[in-house]
């Protein structure tokens, strides 16, 4: 009897994101090892092998892995990834930097693992789900994604967050500084000039708001789960609805906030 159907691999996921997209494809059953913050559902079988910042390598090889998938997106994974190639693991690392890549990362995973289609099928909703969500302003709202608060940072140029918020019609209030991320002083956040923060720090237990309205800012507050905006995956579609929620409440006839010395009408 033949069947359609691939033969299962045998998977390690030591990334959020990368379960997230195992789970839309349908292939968390596959999963025989995780890191330890994936959350996604179905990964109960699957055993744990540390935070992705601190993966116990040796656990994963035992786990006799058909493939690994691996990711650059949290800084510092590097080194995991180089201790995967020193055991021999095959290895699949994924390092998006845009919107458009991470389509591309489900469609590359759903290939790889024998899933194409089911692939092809989840990058499009998501593409086509994201897409609906524009919206048109006067001029594009200006949002600061803070990853942590002290010392504060948030997405740069080089980050999902910059052609998420623009595919929403707005901006990126840090587009123009280089990097994935950046520290920042309080100072410079005020410079950037947000219309809108936005709270989703990795790796926390509880999101604050208060902590960085206190700063006395005077901007708008929103609180994302890390999960719907710090990984690049299906999961962006949530904070994205979010984001769009807030921006339509936003009121922008208002002044933004300027840097000592600079002038209203020369950033806005």
Do not use: F
Request: aromatic share 2%; net charge neutral.
């Amino acid at each position: 009897m033949t069947s359609s159907s691939p033969p299962p691999l045998r998977l390690a996921s030591l990334a959020s994101s990368n379960s997230d997209i195992l789970a839309a494809l349908g292939a968390t059953g596959w999963v025989v090892a995780a890191d330890s913050h994936s959350d996604a559902p179905g990964l109960s079988a699957a055993i744990r092998v540390g935070p992705d910042l601190n993966i116990d390598l040796d656990a994963v090889a035992l786990s006799r892995p058909d493939l690994v998938l691996a990711s650059l997106s949290v800084p510092g994974m590097e080194r995991v990834v180089d201790g995967l190639y020193e055991r021999g693991l095959p290895t699949l690392v994924l390092d998006p930097v845009t919107v458009a890549n991470t389509l591309d990362d489900i469609r590359l995973i759903g290939k790889t693992i024998g899933l194409e289609q089911r692939g092809k099928e989840v990058a499009a909703q998501l593409g086509a789900d994201l897409a609906r969500l524009r919206a048109t302003y006067a001029r594009p709202p200006r949002v600061l994604v803070e990853w942590w608060p002290r010392p504060i940072i948030a997405a740069t140029r080089e980050s999902w967050v910059t052609q998420l918020l623009s595919g929403l019609g707005a901006v990126n209030a840090l587009a123009t500084r280089p990097g994935r991320s950046s520290p920042l002083t309080l100072n410079e956040v005020r410079d950037a000039a947000p219309d809108l923060i936005v709270c989703s720090w990795c790796g926390a237990k509880k999101l604050r708001p208060e902590v960085i309205e206190a700063r006395g800012l005077g901007v708008p507050v929103i609180a994302v789960a890390e999960s719907g905006l710090g990984r690049p995956g299906p999961r962006l579609l949530e904070g994205a609805r979010q984001i769009a929620a807030a921006l339509e409440g936003l009121d922008l006839t208002q002044t933004r906030l300027c840097g000592a010395g600079t002038a209203a009408s020369q950033i806005a």
